[in-house]
């Protein structure tokens, strides 16, 4: 038996190899939100597809508790947060939902079971970025 998180990673390699993944999730993204419009407005995408490749392993890390998947988890909310790109709660949805869609697009594997997977094992890190969201952020 395989574990969310064996099953989460093994998911993330399918979806990684090709580079059209994340790719189209921001373009999924882009276009369910105006609100992510403009807060990416400025943004270099390549590069950002980049932070978010790494995040998402960050993100699975610190859904096993791990420490060294925390203190980056910490950060990065509080960029999000009030102080930084105040990125409101619901957003995340928005994200999380974008997200899936990409994941059911390029991972051959998909089925429900493995996307409520992927909802298990990314729920904790967005809730945490949720919690920021008040809070002022420290840099
Ligand atoms: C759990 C979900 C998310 C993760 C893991 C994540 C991750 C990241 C990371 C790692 C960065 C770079 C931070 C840095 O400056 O060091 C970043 C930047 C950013 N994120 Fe997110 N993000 C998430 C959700 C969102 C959502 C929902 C939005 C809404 C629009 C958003 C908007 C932004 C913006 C505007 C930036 C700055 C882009 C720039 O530099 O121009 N993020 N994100």
Known sequence: ????????????????????????FYELFLE????????????????????LKASLVLMMLSAGDRPEGQVHMERI???????????????????????LKAVAEFDPKTDADLLTVWRRVLEPGIAFMKSRYDRPAKH
Do not use: N
Not at 90 to 95: I, K, M, N, P, R
């Open 32 to 51: 369910a939100s105006p609100l992510a419009r403009e807060k990416f407005a400025g943004t270099d995408l390549a590069q950002q597809r980049r932070m």
């Open 77 to 99: 909310a509080s960029v999000h947060g009030g102080g930084g790109h105040a990125i409101p709660a619901e957003l995340y949805d928005v994200w999380l939902e974008c997200l």
């Open 1 to 24: 038996m395989k574990t969310d998180l064996e099953i989460f990673d093994d998911s993330l390699a399918r979806c990684y190899a090709s580079p059209r993944f994340l790719e189209r």
